[in-house]
């Protein structure tokens, strides 16, 4: 079973940058689509982007050329590896807790989960983004 660690969350500022880091062990990358989420207070929980299995990303409308998924190939390893959410020119709606999660890829469709809770999920960040 995959398990999933977040981190990276802060306050910044709008127009600001920051970089979140999912920590994901007993993974292979061509097995599980992974996908951050994030929840706004009062808000509902949105995906925010995926990775799938073959290596393929998608983001939704509101982040698309302002977040991206990445990873450190050269370093990850079944033990651990480790994928980022890049987030550039923060807005003050991108402020929630964000979850990074991961799925087996019978239960993707089009690179992401078709039910997310069943997967496993990181415990999540908090991310504040004020004027």
């Given at each position: 079973?995959?398990?999933?660690?977040?981190?990276?969350?802060?306050?910044?500022?709008?127009?600001?940058?920051?970089?979140?880091?999912?920590?994901?062990?007993?993974y292979r990358p061509n097995m599980y689509c992974v996908?951050?989420?994030?929840?706004?207070?009062?808000?509902?929980?949105?995906?925010?982007?995926?990775?799938?299995?073959?290596?393929?990303?998608?983001?939704?409308?509101?982040?698309?050329?302002?977040?991206?998924?990445?990873?450190?190939?050269?370093?990850?390893?079944?033990?651990?590896?480790?994928?980022?959410?890049?987030?550039?020119?923060?807005?003050?709606?991108?402020?929630?807790?964000?979850?990074?999660?991961?799925?087996?890829?019978?239960?993707?469709?089009?690179?992401?989960?078709?039910?997310?809770?069943?997967?496993?999920?990181?415990?999540?960040?908090?991310?504040?983004?004020?004027?």
């Amino acid at each position: 079973q995959v398990q999933v660690a977040d981190e990276g969350g802060d306050a910044v500022q709008a127009g600001g940058s920051l970089r979140l880091s999912c920590a994901l062990r007993r993974y292979r990358p061509n097995m599980y689509c992974v996908s951050w989420w994030r929840q706004g207070s009062g808000k509902d929980r949105e995906r925010v982007g995926s990775l799938d299995a073959t290596g393929k990303t998608s983001y939704v409308d509101a982040v698309k050329d302002r977040f991206s998924i990445s990873g450190d190939n050269d370093k990850s390893t079944y033990t651990k590896t480790m994928l980022y959410l890049e987030m550039n020119n923060l807005k003050t709606e991108d402020t929630g807790m964000y979850y990074c999660q991961a799925t087996a890829r019978e239960y993707c469709r089009g690179g992401y989960p078709l039910d997310p809770d069943f997967g496993a999920w990181g415990q999540g960040t908090q991310v504040t983004v004020s004027i």
